[in-house]
T-cell receptor, first 114, second 110 residues
Framework: GAGVSQTPSNKVTEKGKYVELRCDPISGHTALYWYRQSLGQGPEFLIYFQGTGAADDSGLPNDRFFAVRPEGSVSTLKIQRTERGDSAVYLC????????????FGQGTRLTVV | SQQGEEDPQALSIQEGENATMNCSYKTSINNLQWYRQNSGRGLVHLILIRSNEREKHSGRLRVTLDTSKKSSSLLITASRAADTASYFCATDDGTYKYIFGTGTRLKVLA
C-alpha cells in the first residue's frame, strides 16, 4: 500500500484478555516503530525494529508487552492480560533506515480495555 | 519517557496571524523533527533539521535549532484554519528512535 496500515482501527477488549495489533509498514522500509499515546500526551516510544530484530525494546512497559517482526515487514504488537491502563492509541511508524530519516505513521489502533 | 517539552501547551490565534511554538529537550541530538497530528490519530511529518543546521524552511514553515540551548522553534506564517492541530517535536539522540515531546495544541480561528 501507499502508507503504513494498522489493523484494527479500534479494539475493545475485556480486562485480562490477550490482544494483537498489526502493522503493515511501507514496502522497503527497514525500520519499524511502535508508540503508545494517551489522551493529551505525546507518543511514547515502545520498541524499534531494524529488519527482523528488535534493536531497542527499552520502552516496553513490562513483560505483558511483546512485539515481533518475523520477516522484516509486518509487525505484531502483543499484549497479554490486558489492564485498563493499557487503553491508548497504539501508533506504528516506518522509515527507510531509522533515526536520521522521516518516519511515516499509520492512523493507529485505539485500544480500549473495559 | 518524554524527551522534549513544547511550549506553549495550547495556542489560539486568528487566521492570517503567525504561530510560534517552542521545543526544549534534554540530551544531545543528531536531529530534531516536527510533526502535526489531527484528531489524535496519525502523525504527519513536517520538517527534519539536523544538529549541524540552524534554520530550515518548508513552505509556510520555518524551523530553527539552537543546540547550545537545546531548543527548537516552529513558526507557521499566515496561519489557516486547516493548520488547527497538535504539533510535536521529536528528537533522535543517535539511538535511531524518535522521542516525542508533549505537544502544542494550536487552534486557528477563522
Amino acid at each position: 500500500g501507499a502508507g503504513v496500515s494498522q489493523t484494527p482501527s479500534n479494539k475493545v477488549t475485556e480486562k485480562g484478555k490477550y490482544v494483537e495489533l498489526r502493522c503493515d509498514p511501507i514496502s522497503g522500509h527497514t525500520a519499524l516503530y511502535w508508540y503508545r499515546q494517551s489522551l493529551g500526551q505525546g507518543p511514547e516510544f515502545l520498541i524499534y525494529f531494524q529488519g527482523t530484530g528488535a534493536a531497542d525494546d527499552s520502552g516496553l512497559p513490562n513483560d505483558r508487552f511483546f512485539a515481533v517482526r518475523p520477516e522484516g515487514s509486518v509487525s505484531t504488537l502483543k499484549i497479554q492480560r490486558t489492564e485498563r491502563g493499557d487503553s491508548a492509541v497504539y501508533l506504528c511508524a516506518s522509515s527507510t533506515q531509522g533515526g536520521d530519516t522521516e518516519a511515516f505513521f499509520g492512523q493507529g489502533t485505539r485500544l480500549t480495555v473495559v | 519517557s518524554q524527551q522534549g517539552e513544547e511550549d506553549p501547551q495550547a495556542l489560539s490565534i486568528q487566521e492570517g496571524e503567525n504561530a510560534t511554538m517552542n521545543c526544549s529537550y534534554k540530551t544531545s541530538i543528531n536531529n530534531l523533527q516536527w510533526y502535526r497530528q489531527n484528531s489524535g490519530r496519525g502523525l504527519v511529518h513536517l520538517i527534519l533539521i539536523r544538529s549541524n543546521e540552524r534554520e530550515k524552511h518548508s513552505g509556510r514553515l520555518r524551523v530553527t535549532l539552537d543546540t547550545s540551548k537545546k531548543s527548537s522553534s516552529l513558526l507557521i506564517t499566515a496561519s489557516r484554519a486547516a493548520d488547527t492541530a497538535s504539533y510535536f517535536c521529536a528528537t533522535d539522540d543517535g539511538t535511531y528512535k524518535y522521542i516525542f515531546g508533549t505537544g502544542t495544541r494550536l487552534k486557528v480561528l477563522a
